[in-house]
């Protein structure tokens, strides 16, 4: 017989016994679909007296894991999709963080059976080929389930690969309509860019009374692209009219050239649908130039302190947000005090929308008892009455979120809270 050992695992002719009490925890005492990849052999074959020798070294092997590893029967593996070496590392570790307080909280509530979530980090980088290479190796992991990508240019590219491969995937912060388009698999717990659009088009005819409108795009961006859209079209729908578009391009740092042509046009509103950096330079160049109009964004304003590029400028400004400190639902409240007395203060207003997306996933396969994908798709899918940190939601025959959007105003440079838009 042919015996050879390799790094990470024993080789057996055409059977693989893999060498960790991880793998061991997962595919054996889970019993989940995935262990046929590892040791499944014909018992007929084993049971060969040329193959008896494979009985007691298996035996031996399964008896010696608590020896070298930690193995629960309610151990549960989830990938995170994360920037951890790109640009946007340092302002995504909050995330992290509250990714990692929801495994902590989970670990101690009798309620999910102390269930052992095993968190795996796959970096994207910040980059869109980085979200593709990191959910190829979430699918080659083994995990059951993703969370992430946070931006919606990498979650669109991540979602086609792990929807291929009949993954669950759930985006915390993605708001573009097409990353769940057809995709059985793919969930989100933030609302999508529809609803925001439109969200943010009636609360400029109800409460800004704008009659002069121009929109700011980034023509290279997904996510800016599809909420100016969304606006436009709900806006108009209400009675707006004067609605100009002007673009910009990716990585542009000095917008005057663009601020010099919305100037002579005298709007009354300037909707920005970008990224903290870009809408907060703009929103500095605009006021150095003069313009006194209302400003409004979306919950991309929210991925830095925007205040740090707009200054004071951003006095008086609207944007959208998943959620806000000043909601008074308990899941909420539980979330800030234990956040605050890990970590302190909570710096990104999109991190509860990390920790609920942790919460769904650890109850459903607690419902479901099962570590099984297709068991947890069909289980989330279900899902009519979740309490999250963010308020209520429900997911629709899409798997988007159906929940409640923030309005919040600048009256400093942190954004306070304005008002609550229910679906």
């Known amino acids: ?30 019993m989940t679909p995935p262990f046929t990849k590892f040791y ?45 070496s ?28 102390n269930m052992n979530i095993q968190l795996e980090i796959f970096d994207n980088g910040g980059s869109v080929i980085g979200s593709k290479l990191a959910a190829l190796k979430a699918v080659r992991s083994g995990v059951p389930a993703v969370i992430g990508p946070m931006r919606s240019s990498n979650a ?26 057809e995709r059985d698999f793919v969930f989100r717990t933030c609302y999508t860019d529809r609803f925001q659009g439109d969200t943010l088009s009636k609360f400029a005819c109800s409460e800004l009374n704008a009659k002069k409108t121009v ?22 729908q209400c009675g707006a009219n004067e609605i100009t578009e002007f673009d910009y391009l990716e990585d542009v740092t000095d917008f005057q050239h663009l ?29 150095r130039s003069g313009s006194t109009a209302l400003l409004l964004g979306g919950d991309g304003w929210g991925t830095q302190p925007i205040h740090k590029f707009a200054g004071d400028a951003i006095f008086g400004a609207f ?56 068991t947890i798709r069909d289980t989330l899918k279900s899902t009519q009455a979740f309490m999250g940190a963010t308020g209520a939601l429900r997911f629709d025959p899409n798997g988007d979120a159906v929940k409640q959007a923030v309005i919040l105003k600048y009256t400093t440079g942190i954004p306070t809270f304005h008002t609550v838009v229910q679906p």
Request: aromatic share 8%.
């Open 319 to 374: 944007r959208t947000a998943f959620w806000h400190p000043a909601l008074q639902n308990p899941v909420s409240r539980t979330f800030v005090k234990d956040f605050e007395s890990r970590y302190g203060k909570v710096t990104r207003l999109d991190i509860p929308s990390a920790y609920d997306a942790v919460m769904l996933l650890a109850k459903a396969a607690r419902i479901a008892e099962s570590r099984d994908s297709r």
């Open 40 to 84: 499944h052999p014909d018992p007929k074959q084993l049971m060969k007296p040329s193959h008896l020798f494979l009985v007691p070294l298996v035996l031996l092997y399964v008896l010696a894991l608590p020896l070298t590893g930690h193995c629960t029967a309610a151990s549960f593996k989830i990938g995170l999709i994360l920037d951890q």
């Open 215 to 236: 929109v700011l795009t980034n023509t290279k961006d997904r996510y800016c692209k599809g909420l100016a859209k969304s606006f436009i079209q709900s806006y108009r």
């Open 259 to 287: 601020v010099d042509a919305v100037i002579p046009l005298m709007p009354d509103l300037i909707f920005i649908p970008g990224y903290s950096r870009d809408a907060g330079t703009i929103i500095s160049t605009l006021r």
């Open 1 to 30: 017989m042919d015996l050879k050992v390799l790094p990470g695992k024993l080789r057996l002719i055409k059977m693989e016994i893999p060498w960790t009490s991880q793998q061991w925890c997962s595919n054996l005492m889970i």
């Open 156 to 181: 669109l590219i991540s979602a086609e690969v792990l929807q291929k491969a009949g993954i669950v995937m759930i985006t915390p912060t993605a708001t573009h309509p097409e990353i769940t388009k």
């Open 86 to 113: 790109g640009k946007s590392r340092v302002d995504q570790h909050p995330i992290l963080q509250a990714v990692e307080l929801a495994v902590t909280k989970i670990g101690a509530d009798h309620r999910f059976g």
